[in-house]
């Protein structure tokens, strides 16, 4: 997005994904889900591409930057559908949970973002509705809980931390006027 704008102006905004009728074929806990991951997309899209890599990695207030929500939300959108899977969590996947505060350069946060809604999305598609009930466990205490519980948290933590990224984005807009 190359327009500027003035401070912290709202830029004009389509209707929500969940008011437009799409993924109706798709049960009502996914299609949640789904349409929270497109909003989560837009209005990442919204606030956080006009950012420069310098600007996206600031820590504004001491706040957590805009990049390490970017790919927290990546990150933890990976781990969350692996036990919705069934699974624990890989080597690999622990070493980039704590790696998330770690600067990597914004178009590789923004890829890595992009790429795990993309992802995410056939993932979510693939977990039977049947399956809501089952149990899984979270972590290395094994802490209790269901694939519909998951599914249901994927939706809210990846907006509370859009929501984070983008007050942080606001943050460092009206400190660069």
Known sequence: ????????????????????GTHTATDAVRRGVLHALELAAEDIALWC???????MELQPLNLPSVGFHLRHIARSLDRLLTYAEGHQLSERQLKLLRSEAEYVDREATLMEFAEAIEISFKRILAIPLATYEQPRFVG??????TVG???VHVADHTQRHVGQAITTAKVVMAQRV
């Open 1 to 20: 997005m190359t327009e500027k704008r003035e401070k912290t102006e709202k830029p004009e905004k389509k209707v929500e994904p969940w008011l437009r």
């Open 49 to 55: 591409d006009p950012l420069d890599g310098t600007q």
């Open 140 to 145: 290395r205490q094994k802490l209790p809980t």
């Open 149 to 151: 519980g998951l599914l």
